[in-house]
């Protein structure tokens, strides 16, 4: 699944086209590496997200095309 809709479905980020602009912008890293918007993620990766001057960091431990509000945060684990 690409990062810019796994972020999206699991509600980390609200909408794709942020969570697009946040890869392009180098905002966004899978496993410690610059994701871009078409990077795959995997169940088990580690995606981290700077916020300005917060980061978060989150393991992701299902992958789901769509996801209701309740089930999106058992999409991922906050590190």
Known sequence: ??????LKNSRLIK?????KD???????????????AGT???VGDVITIVFGQKE???RVLALTDS???????N???II
């Not at 699944?1 to 796994?6: A, S």
């Open 15 to 19: 909408r794709r086209a942020v969570a």
């Open 40 to 42: 795959d993620v995997e």
């Open 22 to 36: 946040a890869c392009d912008a180098g905002r966004v890293s899978v496993n410690g590496k610059t994701a871009k």
């Open 75 to 77: 999409m991922y684990e």
């Open 56 to 58: 978060i960091s989150a």
């Open 1 to 6: 699944m690409r990062i810019d809709k796994f």
């Open 67 to 73: 996801a209701k509000k309740d089930d999106a945060e």
